[in-house]
């Protein structure tokens, strides 16, 4: 069993930056690939970013890469993503979420993750 508590999000105008941050219950936190994902309203929940349980491999949606960093400390139970050059675009729910895997895939379907955590809103003003 893994809980996943988000922080960091809030208001931000366009250009400005961001750092999330999820912390992690559990001492099997190195056993998960991570992944942030986000929702706007209307919209389906979308992969952002997914770092291994070694971090690394990385991936990054093509809508934030060279802007958003996923980073993971296992010692700390901690992953976070570093939001920079932010858009209006950006403006979501952004959840956290762990899947358990043997391997260093990163899966890039919400429906791989096992575990979720409650959101954090992340609004980008104009």
């Known amino acids: 069993q893994v809980q996943l508590v988000e922080s960091g999000g809030g208001l931000v105008q366009a250009g400005g930056s961001l750092r999330l941050a999820c912390a992690a219950s559990?001492?099997?936190?190195?056993?998960?690939?991570m992944g942030w994902f986000r929702q706007a309203p209307g919209k389906e929940r979308e992969f952002v970013a997914g770092?291994?349980?070694?971090?690394?491999?990385?991936y990054y949606a093509d809508s934030v890469k060279g802007r958003f960093t996923i980073s993971r400390d296992n010692a700390k139970n901690t992953v976070s993503l570093q939001m920079n050059s932010l858009k209006p675009e950006d403006t979501a729910i952004y959840y956290c979420?762990?899947?358990?895997?043997?391997?260093?895939?990163?899966?890039?379907?919400?429906?791989?993750?096992?575990?979720w955590g409650q959101g954090t809103q992340v609004t980008v003003s104009s």
């Open positions: 559990g001492r099997t936190f190195s056993s998960y690939a």
């Open positions: 770092i291994s349980r070694s971090g690394g491999p990385i």
């Open positions: 979420a762990a899947n358990w895997v043997a391997t260093m895939t990163v899966p890039f379907s919400a429906q791989k993750y096992d575990y």
